[in-house]
């Protein structure tokens, strides 16, 4: 282990996102939660992107296809909203909302998951603990509820995904 690139200023309470090319993208967080850098890790440099049109803390973030999705905050409350980077253009603009009572999606304290073309929000909580998990609908460009559930409610977990032939034997 030896440390990256400084950042101009150190944060919390954010995401990053492999984008790539050598390239991660670290979003929201505190302070001045609606910031976003790129690390282009052949240079070793940190850039200013544009500032996405919500802050937030504690978000939960995925790439589909050329797309960087950022659903929910903790930023003084929480909130179902989303909102979508492009790629291409460089800019923001607003997503589909998550499914569900905003008051219980604070997400610094769910899991996600990428997978190849999508990824999943599960669990979590805010005055009580979730057992939901949401998908990201590349086609619809839309959230979808996953009929199953959690076995057990939960927040402030990780999850990893296995390959189906990890069990195998």
């Not at 802050?55 to 797309?67: A, E, H, M």
């Not at 909302?97 to 769910?110: E, H, L, S, Y």
């Not at 603990?129 to 998908?135: K, M, W």
């Not at 086609?139 to 559930?149: D, F, G, L, Q, S």
Request: with cysteine.
């Amino acid at each position: 282990f030896h440390p990256g690139p400084t950042l101009s200023t150190p944060k919390n309470a954010h995401c990053i996102i492999d984008i790539g090319n050598g390239n991660f993208m670290l979003i929201g967080g505190y302070p001045n939660s609606a910031q976003v850098f790129l690390l282009d890790w052949a240079t070793w440099t940190w850039t200013n992107l544009p500032e996405m049109n919500f802050p937030r803390l504690y978000q939960s973030c995925g790439k589909v296809g050329n797309d960087v999705i950022v659903a929910g905050s903790g930023n003084g409350g929480s909130t179902n909203t989303t909102e979508i980077f492009s790629l291409d253009t460089m800019t923001w603009s607003m997503g589909p909302d998550v499914p569900g009572n905003t008051r219980k999606f604070q997400d610094a304290t769910n899991g996600v998951v990428q997978l190849q073309d999508t990824f999943r929000i599960i669990g979590g909580g805010d005055e009580e603990y979730l057992d939901t998990i949401f998908e990201f609908d590349p086609e619809n460009y839309a959230w979808i509820t996953r009929p199953e559930k959690l076995v057990t409610a939960r927040e402030f977990h990780v999850v990893v995904p296995i390959p189906n032939n990890f069990l195998d034997c």
